[in-house]
């Protein structure tokens, strides 16, 4: 059963279509505010929901980053039924989805928020367990407390699976041997505060396409979530000046 207020999104606006990708455990309400400021802008906006996402934590356990990527093909195949030219955004682990579609797909310009190429060390990745270990165990989840925010984003998983943390690193290491293939104009950005992706994710992703157009833009605050904090009327703004 799918979380209330964590389905997919379509925003109908003109024949610019932007297709929104959330992170890892997340929802498509994480870019819900982001989607409708778009929208407001003249866009057509589809949020998409990533396979397990926004329901349980069993239901995600079940799945894989392939799934995920089946997401995403699904959502893109969607978008470009009734839209002329595509953007893509992808938030986490939504920015590796999106930079692995750039390999498969034409879409005109692209925008990551908080590349996670590399996790904070207090999460200690390095600790996690064979996944022939994983199966069945899982973790507990800080719950959110954000204002200002969809109500669904503040219901997150109270656990998260470990098998689909290697799933996610699975990704990661896809996507991070890719990069010299991508050759989309890209826009990065990253907060200074982020505690789950390290800061340094947004410069080695910078140096590692192949795009020529490239713009990084970093904020002090604004941790891991940007597209939802206090200083996401910035990140908006951004997002659409690159955009247009």
Known sequence: MIIEGAEPF????????ILLIHGFTGSPAELLPLGKFLNCAGFTV?????????????????????DWFNSVLDGYALLKSSCEK??????????????????????????TLSPPFFINDGFHI????????CEGLFVVKPRRKLKNVPPAVNKTYRRFPLVCVHEFLKLRDEVEKLLPKIQTPLLIMHAQDDHTANFESAAFLAKSVSSTQIKLITVSTGGHLIPLTDGRDFIFEKVLEFIK
């Not at 595509?86 to 310009?109: C, R």
Request: contains cysteine; glycine residues 12%; aromatic residues 4%.
């Open 86 to 111: 595509i953007f893509v955004v992808g938030h986490s682990m939504g920015s590796l989805l999106s930079l692995k579609l750039a390999t498969v797909k034409n879409f005109d310009k692209l925008v």
């Open 10 to 17: 379509y925003l109908r606006g003109g024949e610019v279509g």
């Open 46 to 66: 589809l949020g998409i929901r990533l396979t397990g996402h926004g329901t349980d934590e069993k239901s995600l356990s079940r799945t894989t980053c392939d």
């Open 126 to 133: 390095e600790k996690l367990p064979p996944r022939s270990e």
